[in-house]
């Protein structure tokens, strides 16, 4: 028992000395090519904040909390996903505003949730098929920008993956931020009823 424990601790030293090696090559290299002297760092930048600005102007303040929650769940659950595909290096940010974080901050906790929130937004308003103006949204995210992302190397696909792959994933995020919200929505319906019972 002893020895397999031993085992273990060993590995997993291992494993945060790599870490910690990876994380400094990433400061170094955020340094030299990603900082702010240069045009992509200012790119991203504004990537997080114009967002974030043009939501705060155009949001719909009577349903905030709800299209605000979906954001949330699209922004949380974009980030898992990006996450592990940036670690197992199935894509990738040569270039990011915050040189420790594997996701891309601009992308995933600002642009592509605003882009949801406005088209939830949209389809409540208007009365308009959630499902179809997803799709809708999401292959202009996976088939114009990520490739254009590609075209001034912000981003790169490698391992097989492709802008397919890309959609599918969005497709899943939305369907299951949908979900949740849904669910939380039934929660709040059921509390508001009124109590028959005497």
Not at 20 to 37: G, I, P, Q, R, T
Not at 80 to 103: E, F, Q, V
Not at 163 to 171: K, N
Request: proline letters at 4%; one cysteine or more.
């Amino acid at each position: 028992m002893s020895l397999i424990l031993t085992e273990q601790a060993r590995k997993y030293e291992e494993i945060k000395e790599a870490q910690e090696v990876v994380f400094d090559l990433w400061n170094e290299y955020w340094l030299e090519y990603s900082a702010f002297n240069t045009w992509q760092f200012w790119f991203n930048v504004l990537m997080i904040i114009l967002p974030l600005i043009i939501l705060c102007l155009f949001i719909d303040r009577k349903r905030l909390f709800l299209l605000l929650f979906f954001g949330f769940n699209i922004h949380v659950w974009t980030a898992y996903i990006d996450s592990m595909a940036t670690r197992a290096n199935y894509m990738g940010y040569p270039y990011k505003a915050i040189p420790t974080l594997p996701i891309h901050f601009g992308m995933d906790s600002s642009l592509v949730p605003v882009l949801f929130i406005f088209m939830y937004q949209y389809t409540l308003k208007k009365k308009a098929n959630f499902y179809l103006h997803s799709l809708i949204l999401i292959a202009l995210i996976s088939f114009l920008l990520k490739p254009f992302f590609v075209e001034i190397h912000l981003f790169y696909l490698s391992k097989g993956t492709n802008y397919f792959y890309i959609f599918l994933g969005y497709v899943l995020i939305t369907i299951f931020s949908k979900g949740i919200v849904e669910f939380f929505l039934r929660l709040q319906s059921k509390s508001e009823l009124p109590n028959t019972k005497t």
